[in-house]
């Protein structure tokens, strides 16, 4: 059972574009949403996350959107830059669990 | 201060063998948790340990084991390899391992079972 499915499995965004990936999840339990980035021979990174208590949050380039009745969340990423070229995970958690669930990852290509 | 340190970066292992990875995690953290990441199913949770204690385990076969000494620092062992146990296994450490914590996760280790 996929608790978290991440779509598209892979994009490609021209530099200056705007990179948008989306995750659903069904365990309405989860109450926290990070999404983490990870290049090349290198673990992943927290790069943003979300509590349900709020339908957005931006830090610098990067958003992340929240629909709580929907139970779907999407990242943003402003101005893409080929630097931002990485795999993407989004993964919920819930209080008391000790553990993250995550999508699948999307590869994520900034060409210039 | 150092990240989360995973030992060894690449192992190669033929089928039958048992294999166990290192993880020291950062310096104050006392929870320590295990992903196996494959390209077909992506990030999966192993198992999670927090003062020598594992609190949570995924859904893997009982060869995959795991233990957290009294310095934090975590090992775990997979016993009789097969195929498809090649993997990136990473290891993530945070304060205390609760839902909402950040965690920090090492660059992992390859394993590639022959």
């Known amino acids: 059972q996929q608790q978290v499915k991440q779509s598209p499995q892979s994009l490609i965004v021209q530099k200056g574009g705007i990179s948008i990936i989306n995750c659903a999840y069904e365990n309405t339990a989860f109450d926290y949403f990070p999404w983490y980035q990870q290049f090349p021979g290198k673990g992943p990174a927290l790069l943003i996350a979300?509590?349900?208590?709020?339908s957005e949050k931006k830090e610098g380039r990067f958003t992340i959107s929240f629909n709580k009745s929907a139970k779907q969340f999407s990242l943003h990423i402003m101005d893409s830059q080929p630097g931002d070229s990485a795999t993407y995970f989004c993964a919920a958690s819930r209080a008391g669990s000790y553990q993250l669930t995550f999508g699948k990852g999307t590869k994520l290509s900034v060409i210039p | 201060k150092a990240g989360v340190t995973q030992t060894p970066r690449y192992l190669i292992k033929t089928r039958g063998q048992q294999v166990t990875l290192s993880c020291s995690p950062i310096s104050g953290h006392r929870s320590v948790s295990w992903y196996q990441q494959t390209p077909g199913q992506g990030l999966q949770f192993l198992f999670e340990y927090f003062s020598e204690t594992q609190r949570n385990k995924g859904n893997f076969p009982g060869r995959f084991s795991g233990r957290q000494f009294s310095n934090s620092r975590s090992e775990m062992n997979v016993s009789t390899l097969e195929l498809g146990d090649s993997a990136l296994y990473l290891c993530a450490s945070s304060l205390d391992g609760t839902g909402g914590e950040r965690r920090y996760f090492g660059a992992g280790t390859r394993l590639s079972v022959l």
């Open positions: 979300i509590r349900p208590d709020v």
